[in-house]
């Protein structure tokens, strides 16, 4: 995944001399070899703009994301898991269509795989995960979001202003956090866009369908009720220049 898009950053910076980008690559605590190979290619391209933000402890997907959301420095910005399930090129796909909708520098674009749903990778899925798959997006509906078809696609780009918004707004970090950040951007009526892109299943999937979807469910639950019962509040959008 690296690689790719390095390859694809590079190749854009070549042809746009305006074009700047940099990779901030999110650790949580994990046991493998991800920071060292991160720096690794990090010495090996020469490229500063590289950075690697390491934790200790683990703290979930949704935690990670929300730290490194504080030391992105962009314009814009890319949220995108490492797995490559996802080609890195359709950023373009989502940079015109966010641009199509961002208002005084607000918007989201949403990767998403609904396109997919009768392809290959996902009729070949077992009954059990596509059942659970489609029950947790009627939740999804039932609880509040709608008018997104794929909610947990891991591409999705953000202008800064939406980012700064959203992310001083959250308060859950395991993986059902994506539900958190389109709610508190739909109340805060923030334009989102959902785009197809092109996605691969990967093997070696660390969820348990089971025991996380029936977590998904209770989180799902507890954020709406959260959110309803005055618990948490969303913070209104700054009227001064985020």
């Known amino acids: ?9 590079n190749a854009r910076a070549q042809k746009d001399l ?25 010495q090996q391209e020469q490229n500063k703009d590289i950075r ?8 979930g997907k949704g935690g990670a994301v929300i730290q490194g959301m504080q030391y992105t420095r962009g314009e814009y910005i890319l949220m995108v898991d490492a797995d490559g399930a996802t080609r ?5 796909k989502l940079e015109a269509k966010l641009k199509e909708v961002e208002r005084n520098g607000l918007g989201i674009a949403v990767g998403s795989r609904a396109h997919l749903v009768q392809t290959d990778a996902v009729v070949k899925r077992s009954f059990i995960r596509n059942f659970l798959m489609h029950s947790f997006h009627k939740v999804v509906y039932v609880l509040g979001i709608r008018g997104i078809d794929d909610t947990q696609c891991g591409f999705k780009l953000f202008t800064r202003k939406a980012a700064n918004a959203i992310f001083r707004n959250m308060h859950v970090e395991g993986w059902i956090f994506d539900i958190e950040v389109l709610m508190i951007a739909q ?41 309803i019962l005055g618990v948490w509040a969303v913070k209104p959008l700054s ?3 985020d």
């Open 187 to 227: 109340y805060l009526r923030i334009p989102i866009v959902e785009v197809p892109v092109a996605w691969q299943e990967i093997d070696g999937s660390k969820v348990s369908l089971m025991r996380d979807s029936i977590q998904m469910a209770v989180d799902l639950l507890i954020i709406r009720m959260s959110y």
């Open 52 to 59: 690697v933000l390491s934790f200790e402890k683990n703290r």
């Open 239 to 241: 009227p001064t220049k």
């Open 88 to 92: 890195f090129s359709d950023l373009e």
């Open 18 to 42: 305006s074009f700047t980008f940099e990779i901030l690559i999110v650790d949580d605590g994990s046991q493998d070899q991800t920071v060292k190979a991160a720096l690794e290619i990090a």
């Open 1 to 9: 995944m690296m690689k790719e898009t390095l390859h694809f950053l």
